[in-house]
């Protein structure tokens, strides 16, 4: 594997000065020995470009053409202070539990900007989303749409009608870990596309007094790089809008055509958004144009990982390091799979720079360890670093997206601390989590 130096390190929110990792702006070894480690680090600057990045390819060239939507997807990195920055910089959030949504609220992030996913939401998340006036519910099948209904008609207070869409289920098959596809034609997610299932639940939206059913959504799976499978699913979709339009003379007025674009952990090519959008967007257009005859729809998008994936950086520091004979030589972090599941779960693969010994060769190769009980516990195998020792620290690059948030207790590993770092400024956004807060729901016999 590559030096990571030729990497990952050519976005400018590192930097190395005097052999020592900075993360923008921020000298990593000070910051672990401010905060402890394992730490979480997060860049603003990463993420409020990104953000731009997206509306530069994605809202801007479509003003005046169509209304472009971007919904963080908030399950990739959900606190407080994303929700916060996703508020100033003027995008929604999309939540997918009473937790997430609670995030938001705790935020003070406006109800109308917040779409409502998930395949089974509970009766009681519906009714505080509803209560906080959520403004889209993106339903996963009729029987929800009843709950929604029935919450509503329940609730006098509840004055409001909120927008659905439908998600639907392409059929189409992306190409990425079978874990990250969520758009195959057998699978838990969205309305399947038989006729007898899917009319009768529209016409049924359509006709609802309830609520205000404007469209459709899909997402095909996470981490992908072809725009190939988003085509072919934005086809079967159009097809739908076209049947509805001919059969109930209904124009579908927002199609949400998902996340899912890839983020670079190792040395993947990224692809711009420009990518992915511009072909979906014009698409959609030229459809509305020349088939409906009507005005395009409002298209709305929920990246996660593409926005904070690559915003994100762990720091551990380096503790026993074990060389087995005729094997392999292992170096143990103070973190592993609590704080950074991925690579066990899909075989994740990661970069890493030992943040102190930024100008010294790297010609050891090693596996980087947790200190979880599980020999499946392993962060990097065959990582070149510098010869390590013990107090070192050790950084790994392209965590912001998925760690913080699908984060354990294993073990009883307490939950790393978070950090927004922006160009040269320091800020706690999460506290390290406490032995005291490890057992406060627990009771004893
Ligand atoms: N919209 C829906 C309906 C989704 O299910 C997801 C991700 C997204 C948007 C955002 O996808 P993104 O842009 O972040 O790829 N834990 C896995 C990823 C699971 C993604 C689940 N759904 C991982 O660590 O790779």
């Known amino acids: ?50 953000i731009d990045e997206l509306r530069k390819s994605f809202v801007e060239p479509y003003v005046g053409k169509t209304d472009c939507r971007i919904v963080y997807a908030s399950k990739a990195f959900c606190t407080i202070a994303m929700m ?22 705790a935020a003070g992030f406006p109800a109308d900007r917040i779409e409502f996913n998930g395949n089974n939401k509970t009766r009681e998340e519906i009714e505080s989303a ?25 609730n006098p207070s509840i004055t409001y009608h909120p927008k659905i869409l439908f998600r639907i289920t392409p ?26 299932v899917f009319f009768p639940q529209i016409e049924r939206a359509i006709n609802s007094e309830l609520v205000d059913y404007v469209g459709l959504h899909f997402h095909i799976g996470s981490q992908l790089f072809d725009v190939k499978p988003y085509l072919d699913a934005l086809e079967i979709a159009l097809e739908k809008v076209r049947e509805i339009k001919e059969r109930y003379g209904f124009v ?9 674009f890839g983020a670079c952990y190792v040395d993947e090519d990224r692809k711009q958004f420009g990518y992915f959008l511009a072909p979906v967007v014009e698409k959609i257009i030229e459809f509305y144009d020349n088939v409906l005859g009507t005005d395009p729809p409002e298209i709305s998008i929920e990246p996660g990982r593409s926005i904070v994936a690559e915003a994100g950086a762990t720091l551990y520091t380096v503790g026993q390091t074990k060389d087995i004979p005729g094997g392999t030589k292992y ?75 699908m984060s354990s207790n294993y073990n009883g590993n307490l939950i790393p601390a978070v950090v927004l770092c922006s160009d040269g400024k320091d800020k706690l956004i999460v506290k390290r989590q406490t032995n005291d807060q490890l057992v406060q729901n627990q009771l004893p016999l």
Not at 27 to 43: D, F, I
Not at 133 to 142: K, M, Y
Not at 171 to 196: Q, R, Y
Not at 252 to 260: D, I
């Open 84 to 105: 916060n920055i996703c508020e100033r910089e003027g995008i929604s959030v999309d939540v997918v539990s009473g937790g997430e949504l609670h995030t938001a609220k």
């Open 252 to 260: 579908v007025s927002e199609l949400n055509v998902g996340g899912g």
């Open 331 to 405: 170096i143990s972090v103070d973190g592993g799979m609590g704080d950074n599941i991925r690579p066990s779960l899909y075989q994740a693969e990661y970069f890493s720079a030992i943040a102190n010994k930024m100008d010294s060769p790297c010609d050891d190769t090693v596996t980087i360890c947790g200190k979880n009980c599980e020999s499946g516990d392993i962060l990097i195998r065959n990582a070149q670093l510098p010869l390590a020792s013990s107090g070192d620290i050790l950084c790994t690059f392209s965590t912001g997206a998925y760690c913080y948030s």
């Open 171 to 196: 059929g189409v098959t992306a190409d990425t870990h079978d874990h990250l596809k969520t758009a195959k034609k057998d699978s838990k997610f969205g309305i399947p596309l038989a006729e007898e």
């Open 1 to 50: 594997m590559e030096n990571i130096n030729e990497s990952i390190l050519k976005n400018p929110i590192y930097e190395v000065r005097a052999g020592v990792l900075f993360f923008d702006g921020c000298n990593t070894v000070e910051l672990a020995q401010k905060y402890g480690t394992p730490l979480y680090l997060m860049s603003e600057t990463e993420i409020v470009r990104r």
């Open 130 to 154: 509803l209560l906080y006036g959520v403004g889209r519910f993106i339903v996963d099948g009729l029987s929800e749409l009843k709950i929604i209904e029935s919450v509503i008609a329940d």
